[in-house]
C-alpha cells in the first residue's frame, strides 16, 4: 500500500514520504507508481519534438503560435512534457523549522516554461541585470516557501521584475527529449545580440585588437599581487 503524500496543483505535483515508506530513505528510487504526470524518460518516444512558446514581456502567452490563458497554457505544456518525461526532481530540501525532507516533484510545465524564459531573457537582458535578477529569485522564492507571499519585500521584487523583462518579447523553441529540455532557437525584437559585434571576423563597431588592451588592463591587479609575491 502507497503511503506517501501527494499535493496536486496545476503547476506541479510533489510528494513527500510518511514514516515507513520508500522515500524515507534517501538512498531509495522512487517507485513508478509515484508519478503522475509524466512517463518515465526510459519509456519516452523515441523521437524529439519541438515546441514554440511565445512571451510578451517575460510572460508566456502562447504555444506553437496559438494563443492561450495561462491556465490552459500551462496544462498543455504539462500534457506535452509529461509524454517525454520533462520535470521530474527528487531532491532533500531544507524545511522552515531547520529540517531535511525528502521530496519527489512532477512539474512538466514548468521546466518548460522555466527554461523558454531564461533562453529569451539571454538575448534581451544585459549581464549585471541577470546576475541581480537570477540572485533576487532565490530570495522570492525563500520568501514564497516561507509562507510570506504579502511581504512588503515580495511586493518590491515584482516591481523590479515586472520592470526589467518589459522587453522580454520574442519566441523560444525548444526540443523536448527522453526527459531533457534543450533550446533550438530564440528570437526577439529587443536582442542585445548583435551579430556585426559579436563576431570573430574584423568590423567597424568591434575591433578584435581592442581585445588586448582591456585584457592588460583588466588583468593589472593581479598582475601586480605577482609582482609583489615575487619582490618584483
Do not use: C
Not at 504539462?78 to 512532477?106: A, F, P, Q, T
Not at 512538466?108 to 533576487?136: C, H, N, W, Y
Not at 570573430?200 to 605577482?226: H, K, T, W
Amino acid at each position: 500500500m502507497a503511503m506517501w503524500i501527494t499535493d496536486y496543483t496545476k503547476k506541479l505535483i510533489s510528494k513527500w514520504y510518511l514514516k515507513g515508506d520508500i522515500l524515507e530513505d534517501p538512498a531509495n528510487e522512487p517507485m513508478k507508481d509515484m508519478y503522475m504526470m509524466s512517463v518515465d524518460p526510459q519509456d519516452a518516444p523515441d523521437q524529439p519534438e519541438y515546441v514554440n512558446i511565445g512571451i510578451v514581456a517575460g510572460i508566456p502567452v502562447s504555444v506553437n503560435g496559438k494563443e492561450l490563458s495561462p491556465a490552459t497554457l500551462l496544462s498543455q505544456l504539462n500534457e506535452i512534457g509529461g509524454r517525454h518525461g520533462i520535470g521530474r526532481i527528487d531532491m532533500v530540501e531544507n524545511r522552515l523549522v531547520g529540517m531535511k525532507s525528502r521530496g519527489v516533484y512532477e512539474t512538466p510545465g514548468g521546466t518548460i516554461l522555466f527554461s523558454a524564459v531564461q533562453e529569451l531573457e539571454s538575448l534581451t537582458l544585459d549581464r549585471e541585470t541577470i546576475q541581480v535578477k537570477d540572485s533576487l529569485a532565490l530570495k522570492y522564492a525563500e520568501l514564497v516557501y516561507a509562507g510570506r507571499w504579502f511581504d512588503p519585500l515580495r511586493e518590491s521584487m515584482d516591481s523590479f521584475m515586472e520592470n526589467i523583462t518589459k522587453t522580454t518579447t520574442g519566441s523560444v523553441t525548444l526540443k523536448l527529449y527522453k526527459g531533457s529540455v534543450s533550446v533550438t532557437g530564440r528570437q526577439s525584437p529587443n536582442s542585445l545580440y548583435r551579430q556585426d559585434i559579436s563576431s570573430f571576423e574584423s568590423g567597424d563597431i568591434y575591433n578584435q585588437a581592442d581585445a588586448a588592451g582591456f585584457i592588460r588592463l583588466y588583468g593589472l591587479p593581479m598582475r601586480v599581487r605577482a609582482m609583489l609575491e615575487k619582490g618584483l
